[in-house]
């Protein structure tokens, strides 16, 4: 009896052990982020309207949007902001369809808009760098071209803007359009596009805000992100060598100019929902890769060891994202292998239900914090509050994205840069031919033998 109480214990300190890790981590300073955030959504500061609103260029890069430009131009168009202080460049990264047939019909249509279209080459850092020098405004907006909008978004960018003279830079937020997610058919795809739809909310709106309020922000969206047009140009510009130019930019301004780069958490920007798992798949590895990159060229050695994690919150970011990702593997792989060592299965699925509710208590606390930011948008907010019920399973949506990254950290090592990716099947194609060539190596050496 006094053996299998002390194998017993063994077990569980094991896996204690384990779980102490994603607690420590991760769990605990998730939830008191999330109370923080939620204190602060219930003390917004109020912002006041300058006596003149100032001159802003929108830039909006294209390559292929006919499907989506209009509807771009068109948010525009609606905004809230006065057509007379807005210059609209349209950057055209050598479209092969019709982008620019439905830009000169937009053109048309929001006569009173003042927009221009340039070509480039391709590549959205190109498209970028040539817009900044054909801007005139006081603040200079990029935004995806296969997006919308929200009425009130330039406007209350612009406020926070007019309100600290110390911002040098803005994210919006960008979630995923409820009303696409609503209109797609296919229940597993919907159910997917939900699960992103909950991930950029608390992204966004939980994890952003509470990392601009030490200036802390990691990256700016590439999908809808603003600058002070003087601190654009005493950076290096957009980066073309790597596939994070929006992150880099982030960097440049933060870490190089020592300037604050914060969110406008109500500034909302509407995007198609994923259309599947390949592209999430490709998607998410592009943005492991971009923030490998940037962090590499902008954290110095003696400013990355394990000693500066409390102090220095790249450190404690790059340990969080990647370097735990490392053991988080062996940890799931252990657990598989330990069963052939007649290690209780009990302890093993208690284990993993105890860290699935840990993640499920997080997300709880998010789903707070995020539904009292979304006061201001009641359609929005209300959309989200039906979702309750994707607290429960963007742990394993979470899980399947901290997969996809490690490939990518993988893939960083061993590939150039692109900046689509292979797609799943290509990949598995690839290591199946891998497996077949090294197995009949071995082969062929023991027929030697």
Request: with cysteine.
């Given at each position: 009896m006094h053996y299998w109480l002390e194998l017993t214990f063994f077990k569980m300190g094991f896996w204690i052990t384990w779980t102490i890790i994603p607690v420590l981590v991760e769990i605990l300073p998730a939830i008191v982020s999330a109370i923080r955030v939620y204190y602060r959504g219930r003390h917004r500061p109020k912002l006041s309207l300058p006596a003149k609103l100032p001159f802003v260029t929108i830039v909006v890069p294209v390559y292929n949007s006919e499907d989506?430009?209009?509807?771009?131009?068109?948010?525009?168009?609606?905004?809230?902001?006065?057509?007379?202080?807005?210059?609209?460049?349209?950057?055209d990264n050598q479209s092969t369809d019709n982008s620019f047939a439905v830009f000169s019909e937009a053109q048309n249509v929001f006569s009173e808009l003042n927009m221009s279209v340039i070509r480039t080459k391709k590549g959205k850092a190109n498209a970028l760098n040539i817009a900044m020098y054909n801007a005139i405004g006081t603040y200079i907006i990029n935004i995806d071209s296969d997006g919308r909008l929200e009425p009130h978004a330039l406007m209350n960018m612009v406020l926070q803007f007019e309100n600290d003279s110390h911002i040098a830079a803005l994210t919006g937020t960008v979630?995923?359009?409820?009303?696409?997610?609503?209109?797609?058919?296919?229940?597993?795809?919907?159910?997917l596009q939900k699960n992103e739809y909950f991930e950029y909310a608390q992204a966004f709106l939980s994890g952003r805000t509470i990392e601009s309020t030490h200036n802390q922000l990691f990256t700016m969206s590439g999908a809808f992100s603003a600058f002070r047009r003087d601190v654009l140009f005493n950076t290096f510009m957009y980066n073309t060598e790597t596939v994070g130019e929006d992150t880099d930019m982030t960097f440049q301004i933060r870490q190089r100019l020592g300037d604050k780069?914060?969110?406008?958490?109500?500034?909302?920007f509407f995007i198609g929902p994923i259309s599947g798992w390949q592209e999430l798949y490709t998607q998410r590895q592009r943005w492991q890769r971009g923030e490998l990159e940037a962090t590499q060229n902008y954290i110095s050695d003696d400013r990355a060891g394990l000693s500066k994690f409390f102090s220095n919150f790249l450190v404690r970011r790059m340990m969080i994202d990647h370097t735990f990702m490392f053991p988080k593997m062996i940890w799931f792989f252990a657990s598989i292998v330990l069963l052939f060592f007649r290690y209780s299965p009990v302890v093993l699925i208690a284990s993993y239900i105890l860290i699935y509710l840990l993640y499920v208590v997080v997300e709880i606390f998010n789903y707070i914090c995020v539904r009292s930011l979304l006061l201001p948008f009641k359609e929005e907010r209300r959309f989200y509050g039906h979702l309750w019920w994707v607290i429960?399973?963007?742990?394993?949506?979470?899980?399947?994205?901290?997969?996809?990254?490690?490939?990518?950290?993988?893939?960083?090592?061993?590939?150039?840069?692109?900046?689509?990716?292979?797609?799943?099947?290509?990949?598995?194609?690839?290591?199946?031919?891998?497996?077949?060539?090294?197995?009949?190596?071995?082969?062929?050496r023991k027929k030697d033998q």
């Open positions: 989506t430009l209009y509807d771009c131009l068109n948010s525009i168009a609606q905004s809230t902001y006065p057509a007379d202080a807005l210059q609209v460049i349209v950057v979630l995923s359009n409820r009303d696409e997610i609503q209109a797609t058919k296919k229940w597993r795809l919907r159910l780069v914060s969110l406008c958490a109500e500034a909302l429960f399973t963007l742990p394993g949506y979470n899980l399947v994205c901290f997969w996809i990254r490690l490939v990518g950290t993988i893939n960083m090592m061993t590939r150039p840069l692109d900046w689509n990716g292979q797609r799943p099947a290509a990949e598995l194609s690839s290591v199946k031919q891998q497996v077949r060539a090294d197995w009949q190596q071995l082969w062929h």
